[in-house]
Nanobody, 119 residues
Framework: QVQLVESGGGLVQAGGSLRLSCAASGRLFQIYALGWYRQLPGKQRELVAQVTRDDRTDYADSVKGRFAITKNSAQNTYSVDLQMNNLKAEDTAVYYC???????????WGQGTQVTVSS
């Protein structure tokens, strides 16, 4: 079992920056990848960025060069930060932290945090 607690998000003007954080707890040694998805009303969740335990990163094309994901896996901790720069109105969505376990059999979601970018 893995629990995810998100923080950050909020309202920002276009061109501004926000930072999202996600802290995992529970069976940390089972986590293979930790990252962020986002969802607009009526649409499926889409990957924004994720980082694997061996530090491989994956980004949506729409955020490359603007967003950066970093991992902290020091002793007894496992968390990720998503630094979002040069935000655009189309980045407005609910952002969810997501954990994938080794073997891909299980995954876990955070409760979601709203990001609103005003144009």
């Amino acid at each position: 079992q893995v629990q995810l607690v998100e923080s950050g998000g909020g309202l920002v003007q276009a061109g501004g920056s926000l930072r999202l954080s996600c802290a995992a707890s529970g069976r940390l040694f089972q986590i293979y990848a930790l990252g962020w998805y986002r969802q607009l009303p009526g649409k499926q969740r889409e990957l924004v960025a994720q980082v694997t335990r061996d530090d491989r990163t994956d980004y949506a094309d729409s955020v490359k060069g603007r967003f950066a994901i970093t991992k902290n896996s020091a002793q007894n901790t496992y968390s990720v930060d998503l630094q979002m720069n040069n935000l655009k109105a189309e980045d407005t969505a609910v952002y969810y932290c997501h954990a994938v376990l080794f073997g891909g059999s299980n995954d876990y979601w955070g409760q979601g945090t709203q990001v609103t970018v005003s144009s």
